[in-house]
């Protein structure tokens, strides 16, 4: 973590000094905001949390419920959404506080009555992130990113007891186009309404989504007609793995989910209840907690299971729905319009929570979507970026209805699928999509942001359109063992990592010298192309080197003055920029990725951790091209 940059800051280095026009409601509500984002679930607030790192951004976030939420809803936490909380900088406060699932059980009906454990898998398979999976309320992941909202230099916090009525896009308006009318929702207030003017409106108002309907889209699939039901609980049961992940069936009671949930105690259950008619809905069959208890018991039998207290309860519908579009701009005018209203999270992809996947692919599509405001808002690219965003989450999030369709329609299968002696049929589609429930599957496509394969033999293990696989390396100037990727931080910045070729020690005439020069001093290149004379030289565009020796055998003062920038208010060297190989541990970046040690090659990273190129450490001009298709040149 860096601070002191302009100066020593005492106390908490997470509280960040406000801008001025910090929220402030005082007056009341603004009349115009850059960016109004509804519903303060973790899209919404994943979105809030980035937008408040920055000054210039007037962000309004509006939520119907009167305070923040205590407990319920999702809690598992995959591990790519974990490396994103890594890039918040909370990543290690939620592996203290969360409970671990490193083991998956499996039980099945016994052919003398009750249920035996057929299979046990490893839930994340060996070096598939240096991060857990891990389960947590879901609340506390929403406390995390409010800090984060707070702390930062915005000062912004939700404004409760607010939703959104109606909205209105100007396509003609120069600024400020769309239009929002928000009704109260606190006691005493219900139905005054209040109007703000936004440049962009971003609806992560649930399934029922107001901002959705109020751009004529729809969500589109199909429904399972068949209830299940989930709780929290404290209980008392001799059922061997109640603290591991389970998936339980029995011979005629159906199918229940274990997930043990934090603080050694707490236990998750998903229970198949009943099928449902054709037009029927769950709420009219009455159903309440004791009927999931009920169904509960009758699925552990023979083990006991005596529920002590209740903490949170809900009966949903499996289904599987998607909205056409994530934004607001109509198919045949996307050449002529740029988005003004996006939808993310619930208020464009609704599915089953049993693949774990909801809370994860929302913060995804935000997540997404944060720097390319940032980037828009900040003035360094064009607005046209923000075209992206549909384009490239719509695919995510198909990918999970698809995916959640075949699970649902497994779990709650019968036991006449499996073959005796063999692996049950969940639990065999359970190893064989594991690579999707940790959340590694997304791939972006060929685009602006995304680069072809040309290159990808030189670094296979970094594939494009993939996230960034981290590994471990050590930094040069302090020796510090660490992961490569944690320098991916969520400051809308895009990274350069250059691996030298076998020899290079950084030296004059080497092949990283060479690099650094160019982008330091060519003003064709990226660096100098679009960094404005008062930024930092890593304000858009931060380069890392890493080299095939040991820290020992390298000398920091001799590498290039590009891997050394004096930055801030004062000039101070930033040390941070150079890593190695870690010998002693036997951790070789390079052969855990594939990265060719003879040519090495230059890995770009996007803002939100993914792949964006790989290229020739000596590829000048189609680096600057990359760059170039959707930043601005910089402005003084």
Excluded at 68 to 87: H, L, N, T
Excluded at 295 to 324: M, N
Excluded at 614 to 626: I, N, Q
Aim: proline content about 6%; charged content about 25%.
């Amino acid at each position: 973590m860096q601070f002191h940059l302009n100066g020593f800051r005492g106390g908490d280095p997470d509280v960040h000094a406000a801008a001025p026009g910090a929220h402030d409601r005082t007056n009341g509500l603004p009349d115009t905001v850059d960016v109004l984002i509804a519903g303060s679930g973790p899209a919404g607030l994943c979105l809030a949390a980035q937008l408040a790192q920055v000054p210039t951004i007037r962000t309004m976030l509006v939520e119907p419920k009167l305070e923040p939420m205590v407990k319920g809803q999702a809690d598992g936490i995959s591990v790519r959404s974990m490396e994103m909380f890594q890039a918040f900088g909370f990543a290690e406060k939620i592996k203290r506080e969360s409970v671990w699932i490193n083991e998956t059980t499996f039980w099945t009906p016994a052919d003398k009555g009750g249920i035996q454990r057929a299979a046990r898998v490893q839930d994340v398979p060996d070096d598939t992130s240096e991060m857990p999976h891990v389960l947590i309320n879901q609340a506390r992941v929403h406390d995390m990113y409010l800090d984060l909202m707070r702390n930062g230099p915005t000062r912004l916090v939700p404004d409760y007891g607010l939703r959104v009525k109606t909205l209105v896009v100007d396509p003609q308006a120069a600024d400020h186009p769309v239009t929002v009318t928000l009704e109260h929702t606190a006691p005493g207030r219900e139905g005054q309404t209040e109007t703000v003017r936004a440049r962009y409106v971003i609806g992560c108002d649930g399934a029922r989504s107001a901002v959705r309907s109020a751009i004529g889209g729809a969500l589109h699939g199909d429904a399972a007609h068949h209830a299940w039901g989930v709780m929290d609980v404290l209980a008392v049961t001799e059922f061997p793995d109640w603290r591991m992940k389970s998936f339980v069936r029995s011979a005629s009671e159906g199918t229940l989910m274990v997930l043990p949930r934090e603080g050694g105690y707490l236990v998750r259950l998903y229970v198949e209840l009943d099928r449902l008619g054709e037009d029927e809905r769950a709420a009219d069959r009455g159903m309440d907690e004791t009927n999931i208890i009920d169904k509960a018991r009758r699925i552990f039998a023979p083990f006991a299971f005596d529920v002590k207290e209740v903490v949170w309860w809900s009966i949903y519908e499996v289904g599987h729905r998607l909205t056409d579009k994530f934004d607001d701009v109509p198919a045949d005018q996307v050449a002529t319009r740029t988005p003004r209203v996006m939808l993310a999270g619930d208020a464009c992809h609704t599915h089953s929570p049993k693949a774990g996947q909801g809370m994860n692919v929302s913060m995804g599509d935000t997540f997404n979507l944060g720097w390319k405001l940032i980037a828009v808002l900040t003035g360094r690219a064009d607005a046209a970026l923000l075209h992206s965003y549909s384009a490239e989450r719509r695919a995510a999030a198909k990918g999970l209805v698809d995916f959640d369709h075949e699970w649902a329609r497994v779990v709650g299968a019968k036991s006449h699928d499996d073959v005796a002696g063999d692996m049950p049929v969940v639990a065999q589609t359970f190893v064989r999509n594991l690579p999707f429930t940790c959340g590694l599957t997304i791939r972006y496509e060929p685009s602006a942001l995304t680069g072809t394969a040309t290159h990808q033999a030189l670094a296979p293990g970094f594939e494009i359109g993939k996230r960034f696989h981290s590994a471990p390396v050590i930094r040069l100037a302090d020796a510090k063992p660490m992961e490569l990727g944690h320098t991916v931080e969520a400051d809308a910045r895009w990274r350069l990592f250059a691996f030298a070729p076998a020899g290079d020690t950084g030296q004059a005439g080497g092949a990283i010298d060479a690099l650094c020069n160019h982008l330091e001093r060519d003003p064709t290149s990226p660096v100098r192309r679009h960094t404005r004379a008062s930024d930092d030289p890593d304000a858009v565009i931060d380069l890392r080197a890493v080299f095939q020796h040991g820290f020992r055998d390298l000398e920091y003062g001799a590498m290039p003055s590009l891997l050394r920038p004096h930055k801030g208010k004062y000039g101070l060297c930033d040390y941070e920029k150079v890593f190695c190989i870690d010998p002693k541990r036997g951790e070789d970046i390079f052969a855990r990725r594939g990265i060719d040690k003879a040519q090495g090659c230059l890995v770009i990273v996007r803002p939100d951790q993914y792949v964006a190129h790989v290229l020739p450490l000596s590829a000048r001009d189609e680096l600057s091209a990359f760059f170039a298709g959707f930043l601005r040149p910089a402005t003084a």
